[in-house]
């Protein structure tokens, strides 16, 4: 099971920080993830991270380098994305993902544990 929080309203230019408690079976895939998904838009990929390997971050959307952070806790099998800087064309559900794929894990089709969403708005 995979369950999102910390999204909510804020102003542009401020910061959020999206949790992910994973359960220890989906921490030991090959990657996790976060991706993003606004209306009418397809879902996109935030940012990902190695997990079993612990070889850190593997892929940053370009819209996201410089004030995403993408983080994990393995003590508490948590994954974080820190989100600074926000714009209002960071609103969007943002989803964690857990996955087995080897390569940049930046992608949909590379995952198959998905979270429920948590809903981030910047105005």
């Known amino acids: 099971q995979l369950v999102e929080s910390g999204g909510g309203s804020v102003q542009t230019g401020g910061s959020l920080r999206l949790s992910c408690a994973a359960s220890?079976?989906?921490?030991?895939?090959?990657?996790m993830g976060w991706f993003r998904q606004a209306p009418g838009k397809e879902r996109e990929g935030v940012a990902a991270i190695r997990t079993r390997t612990g070889g850190g971050p593997t892929y940053y959307a370009d819209s996201v380098k410089g004030r995403f952070t993408i983080s994990q806790d393995n003590a508490k099998n948590t994954l974080y994305l820190q989100m600074n800087a926000l714009k209002p064309e960071d609103t969007a559900t943002y989803y964690c993902?857990?996955?087995?794929?080897?390569?940049?894990?930046?992608?949909?089709?590379?995952?198959?544990?998905w979270g429920q969403g948590t809903q981030v708005t910047v105005s």
């Open positions: 220890g079976y989906f921490y030991s895939t090959y990657c």
């Open positions: 993902a857990a996955g087995y794929s080897v390569g940049l894990c930046s992608r949909t089709y590379e995952y198959g544990y």
